[in-house]
């Protein structure tokens, strides 16, 4: 079946521009994360949602990263007035549902280059 | 100090060598444990899981896991050119939900 997928796969913007990232998690998966890949720095948490309950805002570097799952589905990370530290990729994952020995499916990612 | 730390390599070995990975961490409540492998320009993804201290083996992977000594490694046995990648450690507390992630080890298997 289809993965998780990301859009788009590149994203170049200027600096202090605001920029909106999708993901689209498999079909049936309860939980949705968002990581963030910096060169050097691995991946970093940044916010997870599952069914209805209150979003894990807890990885969010600053308060101009937001982040929201309509309909239990899809995912939109936006960043708002962008910086150069903010360049890296942004993953997505998926899995069916939290905790225990469940598994994370990520998507290809979402590599942002800030000017 | 990071919660998990992962030597990032690079590491170059010839094609059938066995190779061997390891990560270190310091959080105790850390339960579960994961290899990602990731290529280029992808998404990680899932090699091995696994809970409880000890060994488990899948082909020519094998995942250990020491809670005492809080240190965990993979090794690859007969190591191809396809195992070329970044590999990345991961770790989760007991009920928790975020992966904690090594900043990833780059191995190249060179013919």
């Known amino acids: 079946g289809a993965g998780v997928s990301q859009s788009p796969s590149n994203k170049v913007t200027e600096k202090g521009k605001d920029v909106e990232l999708r993901c689209d998690p498999i079909s049936g998966h309860t939980a949705l994360y968002w990581y963030r890949q910096s060169l050097g720095q691995g991946l970093e948490f940044l916010i997870y949602?599952?069914?209805?309950?209150?979003?894990?805002k807890s990885g969010l570097p600053s308060d101009r990263f937001s982040a929201e799952r309509t309909g239990g589905s899809v995912s939109t990370l936006t960043i708002q007035r962008t910086q150069q530290e903010d360049s890296a990729v942004y993953l997505c994952?998926?899995?069916?549902?939290?905790?225990?020995?469940?598994?994370?499916?990520f998507g290809p990612g979402t590599r942002l280059t800030v000017l | 100090q990071k919660e998990v730390e992962q030597d990032p390599g690079p590491l170059s070995v010839p094609e059938g060598a066995i190779v061997s990975l390891n990560c270190t961490y310091s959080n105790s409540a850390f339960q579960y444990f994961m290899w990602y492998r990731q290529y280029s320009r992808k998404g990680p993804e899932l090699l091995m899981y696994?809970?409880?201290?000890g060994n488990k083996e899948d082909g020519r992977f094998t995942a250990q896991v020491d809670k005492s000594s809080k240190y965990i490694s993979l090794f690859i046995r007969d190591s191809q050119p396809s195992d070329s990648a970044t590999y990345l450690c991961?770790?989760?507390?007991?009920?928790?939900?975020?992966?904690?992630f090594g900043t990833g080890t780059q191995l190249k298997v060179e013919l």
């Open positions: 949602f599952q069914g209805n309950s209150a979003p894990d």
């Open positions: 696994t809970y409880s201290s």
């Open positions: 994952a998926s899995s069916l549902q939290p905790g225990g020995t469940d598994t994370q499916y």
């Open positions: 991961a770790m989760r507390a007991g009920g928790g939900n975020k992966l904690t």
